[in-house]
Nanobody
Framework: QVQLVESGGGLVRAGGSLRLSCAAS????????MGWYRQAPGKQRALVAS???????NYADSVKGRFTISRDNAKNTVYLQMNSLKPEDTAVYYC????????WGQGTQVNVSS
């Protein structure tokens, strides 16, 4: 089993920035891909960004140029730097890891006020 613990959510005004962190622990073999998903009220959970163990990244079109995903393989930690935040970025953000199975964090709330 792999446990994921997110941190860094909160309330910010439009145009502001937040940095999310997600640390993996437990019976870790190799974490191939780590990512961030988000779910807004009444909407399905959707990919925000992902990063492979080799550093290849993928972003949703809505966050390209504003969000940056990175990871520290030695610490089994993934980060999401969110800049130029918009009210439509308001959601619960979930960390995801692929390591001999798919694992999810408990989620962290991000609220962006206009």
């Amino acid at each position: 089993q792999v446990q994921l613990v997110e941190s860094g959510g909160g309330l910010v005004r439009a145009g502001g920035s937040l940095r999310l962190s997600c640390a993996a622990s437990g019976n870790i073999y190799i974490i191939n891909t780590m990512g961030w998903y988000r779910q807004a009220p009444g909407k399905q959970r959707a990919l925000v960004a992902s990063i492979t163990i080799y550093g290849s990244t993928n972003y949703a079109d809505s966050v390209k140029g504003r969000f940056t995903i990175s990871r520290d393989n030695a610490k089994n930690t993934v980060y999401l730097q969110m800049n130029s935040l918009k009210p439509e970025d308001t959601a619960v953000y979930y960390c995801n890891a692929d390591s001999r199975g798919t694992y999810w964090g408990q989620g962290t709330q991000v609220n962006v006020s206009s």
